[in-house]
């Protein structure tokens, strides 16, 4: 035994056996400490770093639900555009086509009220008359209806007339014709004012 083996009095003094790695089992209790720790660590590390791709992944699907509704409903938008648009070249096209029938149609109504129409010409004022409300035109202004400055073109004023309590239409020169809600042409009328009371 050398003299760093020995105590202060001269007895041998123990010393670890060493490990098979060649380190005292007291160093490898610390290093297994050590690697616990470490290990922990390193598992807390991991679970933080998991927790945070799962809030992106979270806030990334929230963002990419919020441009689906937008572009669903931008989608949704259009559609209705295009077909209020549609709609409203398909009633400007049968404007067109039936604002010029409306003189045929004046036509046909002298000849009713002079009786000449009868035989074939009756026929074709009949199909005529179907044809153009079936697209959609429609007759107004009838004798006693309220008189209406947006349906109604009054050409004069008759006086005034105790059984009527507003302006009203007493003769219709021309019958007046819509489409849908659109006046293509307002009835020509001659109305009479209520009386004072």
């Keep these: ?45 991991a679970e933080q770093s998991a927790a945070d791709e799962l809030v992106v992944a979270k806030m990334a699907l929230e963002e990419r639900t919020l441009d689906l509704q937008r572009l669903q409903a931008e989608y949704s938008n259009y559609r209705k555009r295009v077909d209020r648009d549609r709609e409203l070249t398909a009633q400007n096209a049968t404007y067109k086509v039936l604002a010029p029938i409306i003189d045929v149609l004046d036509t046909i109504d002298r000849a009713r009220e002079h009786g000449e129409l009868d035989g074939g010409f009756k026929a074709v004022a009949d199909q005529l008359e179907r044809i153009v409300s079936n697209l959609g035109l429609t007759r107004f202004g009838e004798p006693g209806d309220a008189f209406d400055p947006t349906l109604h073109e009054a050409l004069t ?15 219709v020169a021309k019958v007046g014709y819509k489409i849908g809600d659109r006046v293509v042409r307002a009835a020509q009328v001659l109305v009479v004012d209520p009386a004072d009371s």
């Design 1 to 45: 035994m050398t003299e760093e083996n020995l105590t202060p009095e001269g007895e041998p003094q123990e010393t670890a056996a060493p490990s098979p790695e060649g380190h005292s089992f007291g160093d490898s209790a610390g290093e297994m400490a050590n690697e616990t720790e470490v290990e922990g660590a390193a598992s807390d590390t």
């Design 157 to 171: 004023h008759l006086g005034t007339d105790a059984a009527v309590e507003v302006t009203t239409c007493q003769h």
